[in-house]
């Protein structure tokens, strides 16, 4: 069933393009005209008292999916203007946010399963009901698995519709949560007014050229990618940089690395490297900067110098070429420049690529990791 591929993580990374299609033909609406009101440009099939006055919401999750919580976060803050917490399940659990009014509480899982996912979100429901109705929890589920003990907890949910993920780390799992995110946002920005539609528009032209754009990565990072990790035979530790949007993709590309290869990776927002990581960087630990056009492009840049400066070997994730700005980088894996907004489900890609090369060139199980389960049902 690997369908030809040496690993599934492989062929999940693979599957992205078709999993962001079918995330698209189901969430958004293709007959949706800006000014039209007869017709809304998203379609979650959520009951709106879920939605009517929410005036916070905080997210519950694990690990990558935690990561593409951080993401939902940003669009949710950036688009629809709402102010939103992500916080790690297994920390809520035991030390709860203090109770606020009119509340979207969503727990995001790809399996369905996890146990501090569904210890948070049961702690929220059972705290929140003994309140007054304005505490009342209105909850959300995003999952892969709607069949999933999730799915049976929570009346909304957001399917992902990426189909079975079989490698431990997740990958087109995590594309189409962040697609989930976007249509999230996008759809209560549309209800609340606080981005145009011009700007909708724009946006929603653009995720629509996301599959061929992964596709587009794929084939041409691909060997790119296979080739460059034989400089990383001896590396022990790795350094992955992002700012803003992009910060969750330094984190995530961190734990992909880490997961598969038992490498030591971490991942920072690139302006917190002076208040102290920056003592780690020598010729030893190389340092991928993502440096993705938009709000905080040039400082990325000028936080990879700085690493530069340390002799870290620098591998730039950015559309910039050779001859401009790029000469910084010793590596360069190109991606194309689109909307901030819609960078990171870009930049990803080739993180993905980077962590499953340098584990399988190690010999490493790279769909079974060791220590690790696909789903984490214990506490
Ligand atoms: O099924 P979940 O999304 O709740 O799983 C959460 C984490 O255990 C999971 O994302 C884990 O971090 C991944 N295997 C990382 O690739």
């Not at 399988?360 to 696909?374: C, E, F, I």
């Amino acid at each position: 069933e690997k369908q030809g591929f040496k690993h599934f993580m492989l062929k999940e990374i693979y599957e992205q393009p078709g999993v962001v299609r079918d995330c698209l033909e189901a969430y958004f609406n293709s007959d949706w005209i800006a000014n039209d009101s007869n017709v809304a440009p998203i379609n979650l099939g959520l009951p709106p008292e879920i939605y009517n006055d929410v005036e916070q919401i905080q997210i519950v999750a694990c690990g990558t999916s935690w990561h593409a919580a951080l993401i939902g976060k940003y669009l949710l803050e950036h688009l629809a203007q709402i102010p939103t917490q992500v916080h790690y399940a297994s920390e809520f659990r035991y030390a709860p946010s203090p109770l606020t009014p009119n509340t979207l509480i969503i727990g995001v899982t790809q399996s369905g399963e996890t146990a501090d996912t569904l210890a948070a979100l049961e702690m929220e429901k059972e705290r929140r009901k003994e309140q007054q109705p304005k505490f009342q929890a209105r909850l959300l589920g995003i999952t892969n698995r709607p069949e999933s003990s999730l799915g049976r907890m929570l009346p909304n949910i957001i399917n992902t519709l990426a189909g079975i993920e079989i490698g431990v780390a997740a990958t087109k799992t995590f594309v189409a949560q962040v697609m989930a995110f976007y249509a999230l946002a996008l759809d209560l920005a549309y209800l609340r007014k606080t981005v145009s539609s011009a700007k909708l528009q724009e946006i929603i032209n653009g995720l629509r050229q996301i599959p061929g754009e992964i596709e587009g990565l794929l084939e041409t990072q691909e060997k790119y990618i296979e080739e460059l990790v034989h400089e990383f035979n001896e590396t022990k530790d790795f350094i992955f940089l992002g700012r803003g949007i992009n910060f969750p993709i330094a984190l995530e590309g961190a734990l992909k690395l880490k997961e598969i290869s038992y490498i030591h990776a971490e991942g920072y927002p690139a302006g917190e490297m002076k208040h102290g990581p920056i003592a780690l960087l020598d010729e030893k630990v190389p340092v991928v900067a993502i440096a993705m056009p938009g709000t905080v492009y040039e400082k990325v840049i000028s936080n990879a110098q700085e690493a530069k400066a340390r002799d870290s070997r620098l591998i730039g994730v950015t559309p910039i070429r050779d001859g401009e700005a790029g000469d910084i980088f010793n590596d360069l894996i190109p991606v194309p420049a689109v909307d901030e907004l819609l960078s990171p489900i870009l930049a990803v890609i080739p993180l993905q690529l980077l962590a499953y090369h340098i584990a399988a060139r190690r010999g490493l199980d790279v769909d079974q990791p060791r220590n690790l389960a696909k789903s984490v049902t214990v506490e």
